[in-house]
C-alpha cells in the first residue's frame, strides 16, 4: 500500500511533465528556430519533475526486488515466489530501459544547443541587416524628396535655403538616433537568447547526467 501510493505520486510526476511540454510542440514550425528554443528551454525547465518520476519508480522498484530476494535465500521458492521475483526484476528493467531512452534524448537535445545558438545569431543579423536597410532607404527617399523640392525651387525661394538644409542635418540625427536604439534593442534580444541557449547547455548536461545515474542504480 505504502509503495502503490509513491509509484501513483511518480505517475502524477510524469503526466504533469507530459502536459507542460507536449503542448509546445504546436503548431509545429520546423523552420523557425525560436521554435526549436522554446521546446527544450521548456523541457530543461520542467526536467526535475521528470528526474523525481523515475527516481520514485526506480527506488520503489529496487527497493521491492531485493526484499523479495531477501525473503526467498532458501532453496524451498515455490513458482509464485519466482513470479514475483521476476515480476520485480521486468519492473526494474523496464526503469532502466525508460531512463537511458530520457538520458539519450537529453544528451541529443544538449548537443543542439550549438546550433541553435548559431541560427540565432544568424537570424538576429538577418533581421538586423533588414531593418537597417529599410531606415537608410526611408531617409534617402525623403532625402531625394528634399533636393528635388529644393532643385525646383532654387531660383525663387533662395531664402528657404537653411531651412531645408537644417531639416536635412534634423532628418538624419533622427536616422541615427533610430539605428542606435535599435541596435540597442537587437543586442540586448540576442545577449537575452545566447544567455537562454547556454543555460539550456549546462542545465542539459546536467539532467544527462543525472538521468543516466538513475539508469545505473
Excluded at 208 to 216: A, D, E, S, W
Amino acid at each position: 500500500m505504502f509503495e502503490s501510493k509513491f509509484i501513483f505520486v511518480g505517475k502524477i510526476f510524469f503526466i504533469v511533465f507530459l502536459v507542460i511540454n507536449l503542448p509546445q510542440f504546436l503548431p509545429i514550425n520546423l523552420f523557425q528556430v525560436s521554435y526549436f528554443l522554446v521546446i527544450t528551454t521548456t523541457i530543461f525547465d520542467t526536467a526535475s519533475v521528470l528526474v523525481l518520476s523515475l527516481s520514485i519508480s526506480k527506488f520503489i522498484h529496487v527497493r521491492n526486488l531485493k526484499l523479495v530476494e531477501n525473503l526467498n535465500t532458501t532453496d524451498d521458492i515455490n513458482s509464485r515466489q519466482i513470479e514475483k521475483i521476476n515480476l520485480q526484476k521486468i519492473n526494474v528493467k523496464n526503469d532502466n530501459i525508460l531512463s537511458l531512452s530520457v538520458a539519450i534524448c537529453f544528451a541529443i537535445l544538449t548537443l543542439i544547443q550549438p546550433l541553435i545558438l548559431i541560427f540565432t545569431v544568424n537570424q538576429s543579423d538577418i533581421y538586423a541587416t533588414r531593418i537597417l536597410s529599410s531606415i537608410n532607404k526611408e531617409y534617402r527617399i525623403q532625402e531625394k524628396g528634399i533636393e528635388e523640392f529644393m532643385s525646383k525651387e532654387n531660383s525663387n525661394e533662395n531664402n528657404e535655403m537653411p531651412n531645408i538644409e537644417d531639416r536635412i542635418s534634423e532628418m538624419s540625427r533622427l536616422k541615427d538616433l533610430k539605428i542606435k536604439n535599435f541596435l540597442k534593442r537587437n543586442n540586448r534580444t540576442k545577449f537575452e537568447g545566447v544567455k537562454t541557449i547556454l543555460r539550456n547547455f549546462i542545465l542539459g548536461s546536467i539532467w544527462t547526467i543525472c538521468f543516466y545515474k538513475i539508469y545505473l542504480i
